[in-house]
């Protein structure tokens, strides 16, 4: 069906096309118009919202997405930069179901902000980007760029540019495809989900650039980059991006009527900056001894294709912004196309008359050396990212995932929740649990392995909104320490309670921002903020917030945890739930005394019990390789075997005292 | 001039880092070219560290390459395994034999190395081998002694840290750094100092790389 539509409504039907199951965003000149448009239609069985801002949308796409759906944000280049912190964690991490960024770019800058050329972050993440070139071109791109997304699993960037995205155009449109109806995916991953060490984050980076050399050969067999060499070989060879190919034609006319172009001209019309066509760019070098790059903005194709030149060996001449012929300002338009033919023209013509062109052979290897390139270089890494074999004995050490702190009051948190959970007749495999920045990332390791993911700062309130968009049918529950819900997890609490998404937050506060080493945050106490400062409540700043409801507990009173989020669990609307201790280190460290716990060891029967639900590393086994002294010395009779306490370590927090079952832990009152 | 990378591993809450932050002082003291570079990652407590000094040598990098330390002093069994690659064939290798083991090992879930696996496999690198027991670090006045600063000692009583620093520079960087407590730490610098350790001829004389410790 035949129907007018502008850039930004192509892309949001290209998005019903192919069964877009979540779409947020935030408005922002030239992008409004896209969601916009789905807010006027009748959409059953999708969640479209313009969200607080671009990261907390860019967010529940991601969860969504995650969740297996196709999801879609949109925004403008300025607010790339806004979602940028989560963007790029989730490239790392991939992706499930389709996940597409609609950015609208605004050379010229019709309406405002930093003139920024968004292919520039495309390349710094090692994203595909796709550029349509016309409104008909954002229809079929958009549809392509969910199934490259689920192709290779990385969110892919759409990107247009104003005079696309504002241009009204006459489009094919197919019947929208509702979402297929699915469960929704819970994948419990954290090599994949979080980024807590160094051998998540490498193996995410290396999985990160092979899903780009992926989506280059999908791409390339999609024949999305579209090479049209001239019969006769030299000339001039054009490479061509986005809005930029809509002149083209029309420039190539003018200047070849005005007697400035002859000869033989071959087009690379490239949909992607990001992943380079490398193998059409080499055939066009091969073919042309001339090379013009027409594209707006910043040289990002064009100092691709030098670099390939380089390597090729190739002699002839760029033209583009590198040599001053074009601006890296303001849109292009006939005007710039034509002065690019015309500067790349007389060069062509001068070469065609000094000497017949003699032709490079294609050398199919070497476009393709990077790849040994990269496997060699991994050899150059540390020990650290190699596998078993080649880390030698170091993979006799034992595994020693980080927990929190003996004391921690987090650990009173987790065991809540997970209670929480346990009473009500779930698992924690079926419960999803979104976990955030800092400290309380923590409980995704044994003995709590109760945290699904980790995105960025104030992520978890966003990706829990995204799961439960994707329809997910258990209760969803978002954690988030207290400097981190200062720093970004209040725009995400403020979308939930403003969409009605129901979900549980936790915050974890403790009061100060621990796992960088105790700074002072909004939420420390008075007496430690620095002079002239003075502390934000953020059990006031919740309140304020209006959500149906907030509730105050000690994480040392784990049951206090557990009523509370399981009160919360299935009621509808938006229930907070702040566990409110200072930081152990912190609070001894300040003369703030503990208790200490002790063992009687005729009462210990080892069940460890406290060992395995807390895994406080102020416990050990006595005389089984304990702590202090080094191994069994020989003749120990087994009865004598019982837990021991660190009491330089313990705080006296008690949780190991409430899970003892034959009363052999005791907390000492605090002297 | 003599350099000296050294690579010191443990858990957070040993006091590895201040390990290295002693000696960083003491080069600088002795007005000696020093890099101290230290990792502790995420960890408050119990997590992986290591600290990465270099002596004596100006302009280079932070980092120590794989079989480039002179020095490798490890304050956990397990740990001591990840600095191996890093030994300089011929170097020396401190193994402070303490157990930290993870809640894993302890629930029975995942291994914990023998300090035989340990010691063979330090030997295998070429590097010279002391095991430093913690049940034999001494004890004053019914307390044991620090055991972050034995090990300084131990340190100092290598050859090669010998020819960087007198012992007395290290007391003095002791001092300032604990004035109040500075007694208890330098009868614990002194005990390691005296510890017998480990050279070329004697590797082997004992089975398991493991020497007595010497008491001063």
């Given at each position: 069906?035949?129907?007018?539509?502008?850039?930004?409504?192509?892309?949001?039907?290209?998005?019903?096309?192919?069964?877009?199951?979540?779409?947020?965003?935030?408005?922002?000149?030239?992008?409004?118009?896209?969601?916009?448009?789905?807010?006027?239609?009748?959409?059953?069985?999708?969640?479209?919202?313009?969200?607080?801002?671009?990261?907390?949308?860019?967010?529940?796409?991601?969860?969504?997405?995650?969740?297996?759906?196709?999801?879609?944000?949109?925004?403008?280049?300025?607010?790339?930069?806004?979602?940028?912190?989560?963007?790029?964690?989730?490239?790392?991490?991939?992706?499930?179901?389709?996940?597409?960024?609609?950015?609208?770019?605004?050379?010229?800058?019709?309406?405002?902000?930093?003139?920024?050329?968004?292919?520039?972050?495309?390349?710094?993440?090692?994203?595909?980007?796709?550029?349509?070139?016309?409104?008909?071109?954002?229809?079929?791109?958009?549809?392509?760029?969910?199934?490259?997304?689920?192709?290779?699993?990385?969110?892919?960037?759409?990107?247009?540019?104003?005079?696309?995205?504002?241009?009204?155009?006459?489009?094919?449109?197919?019947?929208?495809?509702?979402?297929?109806?699915?469960?929704?995916?819970?994948?419990?991953?954290?090599?994949?989900?979080?980024?807590?060490?160094?051998?998540?984050?490498?193996?995410?980076?290396?999985?990160?650039?092979?899903?780009?050399?992926?989506?280059?050969?999908?791409?390339?067999?999609?024949?999305?980059?579209?090479?049209?060499?001239?019969?006769?070989?030299?000339?001039?060879?054009?490479?061509?991006?986005?809005?930029?190919?809509?002149?083209?034609?029309?420039?190539?006319?003018?200047?070849?009527?005005?007697?400035?172009?002859?000869?033989?001209?071959?087009?690379?019309?490239?949909?992607?900056?990001?992943?380079?066509?490398?193998?059409?760019?080499?055939?066009?070098?091969?073919?042309?001894?001339?090379?013009?790059?027409?594209?707006?903005?910043?040289?990002?194709?064009?100092?691709?294709?030098?670099?390939?030149?380089?390597?090729?060996?190739?002699?002839?001449?760029?033209?583009?912004?590198?040599?001053?012929?074009?601006?890296?300002?303001?849109?292009?338009?006939?005007?710039?196309?034509?002065?690019?033919?015309?500067?790349?023209?007389?060069?062509?013509?001068?070469?065609?008359?000094?000497?017949?062109?003699?032709?490079?052979?294609?050398?199919?290897?070497?476009?393709?050396?990077?790849?040994?390139?990269?496997?060699?270089?991994?050899?150059l890494?540390g020990?650290?990212?190699?596998?078993?074999?080649?880390?030698?004995?170091?993979?006799?050490?034992?595994?020693?995932?980080?927990?929190?702190?003996?004391?921690?009051?987090?650990?009173?948190?987790?065991?809540?929740?997970?209670?929480?959970?346990?009473?009500?007749?779930?698992?924690?495999?079926?419960?999803?649990?979104?976990?955030?920045?800092?400290?309380?990332?923590?409980?995704?390791?044994?003995?709590?392995?109760?945290?699904?993911?980790?995105?960025?700062?104030?992520?978890?309130?966003?990706?829990?909104?995204?799961?439960?968009?994707?329809?997910?049918?258990?209760?969803?529950?978002?954690?988030?320490?207290?400097?981190?819900?200062?720093?970004?997890?209040?725009?995400?609490?403020?979308?939930?309670?403003?969409?009605?998404?129901?979900?549980?937050?936790?915050?974890?506060?403790?009061?100060?921002?621990?796992?960088?080493?105790?700074?002072?945050?909004?939420?420390?106490?008075?007496?430690?903020?620095?002079?002239?400062?003075?502390?934000?409540?953020?059990?006031?700043?919740?309140?304020?917030?209006?959500?149906?409801?907030?509730?105050?507990?000690?994480?040392?009173?784990?049951?206090?945890?557990?009523?509370?989020?399981?009160?919360?669990?299935?009621?509808?609307?938006?229930?907070?739930?702040?566990?409110?201790?200072?930081?152990?280190?912190?609070?001894?460290?300040?003369?703030?005394?503990?208790?200490?716990?002790?063992?009687?060891?005729?009462?210990?029967?080892?069940?460890?019990?406290?060992?395995?639900?807390?895994?406080?590393?102020?416990?050990?086994?006595?005389?089984?390789?304990?702590?202090?002294?080094?191994?069994?010395?020989?003749?120990?009779?087994?009865?004598?075997?019982?837990?021991?306490?660190?009491?330089?370590?313990?705080?006296?927090?008690?949780?190991?005292?409430?899970?003892?079952?034959?009363?052999?832990?005791?907390?000492?009152?605090?002297? | 001039?003599?350099?000296?990378d050294?690579l010191?591993?443990?858990?957070?809450?040993?006091?590895?880092?201040?390990?290295?932050?002693?000696?960083?002082?003491?080069?600088?003291?002795?007005?000696?070219?020093?890099?101290?570079?230290?990792?502790?990652?995420?960890?408050?407590?119990?997590?992986?560290?290591?600290?990465e000094?270099r002596?004596?040598?100006?302009?280079v990098g932070?980092r120590i390459g794989e079989g480039g330390a002179?020095?490798?002093?490890?304050?956990?069994?397990?740990?001591?395994?990840?600095?191996?690659p890093f030994?300089k064939?011929?170097?020396?290798?401190?193994?402070?034999?303490?157990?930290?083991?993870?809640?894993?090992?302890?629930?029975?879930?995942?291994?914990?190395?023998?300090?035989?696996?340990?010691?063979?496999?330090?030997?295998?690198?070429?590097?010279?081998?002391?095991?430093?027991?913690?049940?034999?670090?001494?004890?004053?006045?019914?307390?044991?002694?620090?055991?972050?600063?034995?090990?300084?000692?131990?340190?100092?009583?290598?050859?090669?840290?010998?020819?960087?620093?007198?012992?007395?520079?290290?007391?003095?960087?002791?001092?300032?750094?604990?004035?109040?407590?500075?007694?208890?730490?330098?009868?614990?610098?002194?005990?390691?100092?005296?510890?017998?350790?480990?050279?070329?001829?004697?590797?082997?004389?004992?089975?398991?790389?493991?020497?007595?410790?010497?008491?001063?």
């Open positions: 069906m035949k129907r007018i539509a502008t850039g930004n409504e192509a892309v949001a039907l290209g998005a019903l096309r192919a069964g877009v199951k979540v779409v947020t965003g935030y408005p922002g000149t030239p992008s409004t118009g896209c969601l916009e448009h789905l807010l006027t239609l009748d959409l059953p069985d999708r969640h479209v919202e313009w969200s607080t801002n671009e990261k907390v949308a860019f967010e529940i796409a991601a969860g969504a997405a995650w969740a297996g759906r196709r999801a879609m944000c949109t925004m403008k280049m300025s607010g790339v930069n806004v979602a940028y912190d989560a963007l790029i964690s989730v490239a790392y991490s991939g992706t499930n179901g389709g996940l597409i960024l609609y950015v609208a770019d605004d050379p010229g800058v019709s309406a405002g902000m930093p003139e920024q050329d968004t292919r520039g972050l495309a390349l710094m993440s090692d994203l595909p980007m796709l550029e349509p070139s016309s409104p008909a071109d954002a229809y079929d791109l958009a549809q392509q760029a969910f199934e490259l997304s689920e192709a290779v699993g990385s969110p892919v960037l759409l990107r247009l540019t104003t005079a696309i995205s504002l241009s009204h155009a006459v489009i094919d449109v197919e019947e929208p495809v509702p979402p297929e109806a699915r469960d929704v995916l819970l994948e419990k991953n954290i090599t994949k989900y979080t980024k807590a060490g160094s051998k998540i984050c490498l193996d995410q980076h290396r999985a990160l650039i092979e899903r780009l050399d992926k989506a280059a050969e999908w791409i390339r067999q999609r024949g999305l980059n579209r090479l049209d060499l001239s019969d006769e070989p030299g000339g001039l060879g054009i490479v061509c991006s986005g809005a930029v190919n809509a002149y083209l034609a029309e420039g190539l006319r003018a200047t070849r009527s005005e007697g400035l172009l002859h000869g033989p001209v071959s087009i690379l019309r490239a949909t992607t900056a990001v992943p380079f066509p490398e193998v059409e760019a080499r055939r066009l070098l091969d073919h042309c001894d001339t090379v013009l790059v027409l594209e707006e903005l910043e040289p990002i194709a064009e100092r691709q294709l030098a670099a390939l030149a380089q390597r090729a060996g190739w002699s002839g001449r760029i033209v583009g912004k590198l040599d001053g012929t074009l601006p890296r300002l303001g849109e292009y338009g006939l005007s710039a196309v034509r002065k690019g033919v015309e500067v790349a023209a007389s060069f062509a013509n001068a070469a065609r008359q000094e000497s017949p062109r003699a032709i490079l052979a294609l050398d199919e290897q070497e476009t393709s050396v990077a790849v040994p390139l990269r496997e060699r270089s991994e050899t890494l020990s650290v990212n190699r596998n078993d074999e080649e880390r030698g004995a170091e993979h006799l050490s034992a595994p020693r995932p980080i927990t929190v702190c003996a004391g921690c009051p987090h650990r009173g948190t987790y065991l809540g929740i997970e209670a929480a959970i346990r009473e009500a007749g779930l698992s924690k495999d079926e419960v999803m649990v979104t976990g955030d920045i800092g400290c309380t990332i923590l409980g995704m390791n044994p003995p709590f392995d109760l945290l699904w993911n980790e995105v960025s700062m104030g992520s978890s309130l966003g990706l829990a909104q995204g799961y439960v968009h994707a329809g997910i049918e258990t209760p969803v529950i978002a954690t988030i320490g207290d400097s981190t819900f200062f720093h970004g997890g209040i725009p995400g609490l403020i979308n939930a309670i403003q969409h009605n998404t129901p979900l549980t937050l936790v915050i974890l506060d403790n009061g100060w921002t621990s796992m960088t080493g105790m700074q002072a945050n909004p939420g420390t106490d008075e007496a430690s903020q620095a002079e002239g400062s003075r502390r934000v409540d953020p059990v006031r700043v919740v309140e304020g917030l209006g959500p149906d409801s907030v509730a105050v507990v000690d994480p040392y009173d784990v049951g206090s945890v557990t009523e509370a989020v399981g009160a919360a669990l299935f009621a509808p609307g938006v229930h907070v739930v702040i566990a409110q201790r200072e930081c152990a280190i912190q609070a001894r460290r300040r003369g703030i005394a503990g208790g200490v716990v002790t063992v009687d060891p005729e009462k210990c029967i080892l069940c460890m019990k406290c060992l395995r639900v807390t895994g406080c590393p102020a416990l050990s086994i006595r005389q089984v390789g304990s702590k202090g002294g080094g191994e069994s010395p020989d003749g120990d009779s087994p009865d004598r075997q019982h837990i021991e306490i660190d009491a330089s370590l313990c705080s006296g927090c008690g949780i190991c005292v409430s899970v003892c079952p034959t009363s052999a832990l005791r907390n000492e009152v605090a002297t | 001039m003599t350099t000296c050294l010191l591993i443990g858990v957070g809450g040993q006091g590895v880092l201040t390990i290295g932050d002693l000696l960083l002082r003491a080069a600088f003291a002795a007005d000696l070219p020093a890099s101290f570079c230290p990792t502790k990652g995420m960890a408050q407590r119990g997590g992986f560290v290591k600290v000094l002596i004596g040598a100006d302009g932070p002179d020095i490798v002093a490890a304050m956990e069994r397990s740990e001591a395994l990840k600095g191996i030994a064939p011929d170097g020396n290798f401190l193994l402070y034999d303490q157990v930290w083991q993870p809640t894993g090992v302890q629930l029975g879930v995942d291994a914990y190395p023998s300090l035989k696996d340990v010691s063979d496999a330090i030997e295998a690198s070429g590097a010279h081998l002391t095991v430093l027991r913690p049940s034999e670090r001494p004890a004053i006045g019914g307390t044991e002694v620090s055991a972050n600063v034995f090990l300084l000692g131990a340190l100092l009583a290598l050859p090669v840290m010998s020819t960087l620093f007198a012992a007395k520079d290290v007391e003095r960087v002791i001092e300032a750094r604990w004035p109040k407590h500075a007694e208890a730490n330098l009868e614990a610098f002194r005990a390691g100092l005296s510890v017998r350790l480990a050279s070329g001829e004697s590797l082997g004389s004992s089975p398991d790389g493991e020497l007595p410790l010497g008491r001063g």
